[in-house]
């Protein structure tokens, strides 16, 4: 099925999608969905027979929600296994023309919702040439914004098929050219159309919630070099150091100079992805490892050193307060000079 638009309806879709893309990213789960991992899995994935077993459960976990996380629903755990089981039998017989790798998984996967996500997933990274980044909240968000610019929708293919693949990705290529942010344009209009066929789930969420993209989202000891600060000083190389690290940068990205800033301000520069720190668990332990003397770190010091004794105490005891930096947003914390050039 062939996806047609005028260049009157690619304006009015082109339209709505700005006036409601900054809402929408604001609530884009980056540290779920980083971009780092798809070009290298787009290398991987050209050559089947030779993925590993370790890429297959790592890169399926991304379209299902489970990146860094150890939280996924049984369902969506099963298609991973299943996918690994059936590798194999994938990769030695299938001629890998797009709709003939999808009807091998349409066939074989259980929990479908599930399945098709990876499936879809899956053609992305064999064959971007044909199937754009989909799955099912962005084929919703697509019908909805479609319906919402007063476009005929009849006759739609079925939500989970083959068919809707190919119409998504004429979509998404149609109304591509029509945004005006250069570069960023295909990133902003896949996230929002991950976000906006997702915002269902943040209903219940406050409306000054907020997520921030990282900006530095990879990082090396052996790269990293800065003019203002010395990084070398750093000598421990867990998460807590890392993000240190990565905020020393970005203040010398921002070109600031002032070495004190309130808690809050600190995890607004090395917010959750930071680095490629995308699970939760242990963002959140790197954050209260941050503050206090643990392991003898002293890369801030707080106004009150009772305060910062809680947060050592914290970052040793395994039945922590994981949100314990955030009670404490508006404390200040000044970098301690040594690590200032």
């Given amino acids: 099925m062939t996806l047609t638009l005028n260049e009157k309806e690619k304006r009015a879709i082109a339209s709505l999608i700005q006036e409601r893309i900054e809402e929408h990213l604001r609530q884009f789960p980056y540290a779920r969905y980083p971009n780092e991992p798809l070009e290298e899995w787009k290398r991987a994935f050209s050559e089947p027979k030779t993925v590993p077993v370790g890429t297959l459960r790592q890169a399926f976990r991304w379209p299902l929600g489970g990146w860094a996380r150890n939280d996924m629903s049984t369902a969506r755990s099963r298609t991973i296994i299943s996918i690994v089981k059936l590798w194999p039998e994938f990769a030695e017989n299938i001629v890998f023309e797009p709709e003939q790798i999808f009807h091998f998984w349409e066939q074989n996967l259980p929990h479908w919702q ?140 921002q070109n600031n100079k002032d070495a004190s800033l309130t808690i809050r301000n600190i995890a607004e520069l090395i917010p959750l992805g930071t680095a490629g720190i995308c699970n939760p668990a242990s963002y959140n332990y790197a954050m209260i490892s941050l503050f206090g003397h643990q392991k003898g770190r002293d890369y801030f010091q707080l106004e009150s050193a009772t305060l910062q004794e809680a947060f050592t105490e914290q970052a040793n005891q395994s039945t922590r307060d994981m949100k314990f930096y955030t009670k404490h947003a508006e404390e200040v914390a000044t970098i301690n000079s040594i690590y200032i050039k």
């Fill in 114 to 253: 599930s399945g098709f996500n990876a499936a879809a997933f899956l053609l992305h990274l064999m064959r971007p040439d044909v199937i754009e980044n989909v799955d099912s909240h962005r084929i919703s968000a697509m019908r909805e914004i479609m319906k919402a610019a007063g476009l005929p929708h009849e006759d739609q293919p079925h939500s989970l098929s083959f068919t809707v693949l190919e119409q998504y990705s004429q979509f998404f290529r149609l109304i591509l050219p029509k945004l005006p942010f250069g570069n960023d344009s295909r990133n902003k209009l896949d996230r929002f159309l991950k976000a906006y066929g997702n915002r269902y789930a943040y209903r219940n969420v406050a409306a000054s919630y907020n997520t921030q993209e990282p900006s530095i989202r990879e990082f090396s000891w052996d790269k990293a070099s800065s003019k203002k600060f010395d990084l070398g000083k750093i000598k421990l190389r867990s998460n807590a150091d890392i993000l240190f690290a990565c905020l020393l940068l970005s203040l010398e990205l």
